[in-house]
């Protein structure tokens, strides 16, 4: 069955530190893999996606990601944290192989970044 | 855990026809819901912000009188595609805000199963 999980409730990092948020999936055949962000009150922002192709995508606001088949991971990092940077963090997933469309998110990873 | 439903899950209407899709949250309270659309290949895109008791806040680019959105209860949300078109056709998904856990970074976000619906 479909699935992805983020084993990090939280994640606490000091302003200027490389920050990475972790996310794990499980599909039946290739998936396609996003990240998002939200801020307080606001709508989920688009940061990257991987959907063929490099395994390392750059997204917005300096973001990155890194594809990873074998451990089944797409690990959201940023070299250096910003204060701006506190939100919470949605893995998404996509499984190709079922014919279907449904995604699935992960159930989220509050980042807090301090000055 | 906290749960929101969609419902329906899936759903096939003719174009010209109008369709609604139920978000809810199962048991918690939610002053906000956001609804979402997304095409295949595609990300997520915000098309609102559905606050109960008030008119939804949409998008840039996305129609109102064509996406009718109702929040009028602090559990229920709805979407409504008017007269639909096979270019409506995509996943539907929403997104809801617990009350209870405040609007800092540490409010807690549930999202629904999606809908997909198909307008032929």
């Known amino acids: 069955a479909q699935s992805v999980a983020q084993p990090e409730d939280q994640v606490n990092v000091a302003e200027g530190n490389p920050l990475t948020v972790k996310c794990t999936y499980s599909v039946s055949g290739n998936p396609y893999l996003f990240w998002y962000v939200q801020y307080p009150n606001r709508g989920l922002q688009f940061l990257l996606k991987y959907i063929t192709g490099d395994n390392l995508v750059k997204g917005s606001y300096g973001f990155e990601a890194e594809f990873n088949k074998s451990q089944t991971s797409f690990h959201l990092k940023k070299p250096s944290a910003l204060v701006s940077d506190s939100a919470l963090y949605f893995c998404a997933v996509r499984d190709t192989g079922t014919g279907g469309f449904k995604t699935i998110f992960g159930a989220g990873t509050r980042l807090f970044v301090k000055a | 855990g906290a749960v929101v439903s969609q419902h329906p899950s899936w759903v096939i209407c003719k174009s010209g026809t109008s369709v609604k899709i139920e978000c809810r949250s199962l048991d918690f309270q939610a002053t906000t819901m956001f609804w979402y659309r997304q095409f295949p290949k595609q990300s997520l895109m915000l098309m609102a912000t559905s606050n109960e008791g008030s008119k939804a806040t949409y998008e840039q680019g996305v129609e109102k009188d064509k996406f009718l959105i109702n929040h009028a209860s602090l559990t229920l949300s709805t979407l409504t595609v008017t007269s639909a078109h096979p270019e409506d056709s995509s996943f539907y998904i929403c997104?809801?805000?617990?009350?209870?856990?405040?609007?800092?970074?540490?409010?807690?976000?549930?999202f629904g199963e999606g809908s997909w619906l198909t307008v032929v």
């Open positions: 997104s809801a805000q617990n009350v209870r856990s405040g609007t800092g970074i540490g409010n807690t976000i549930y």
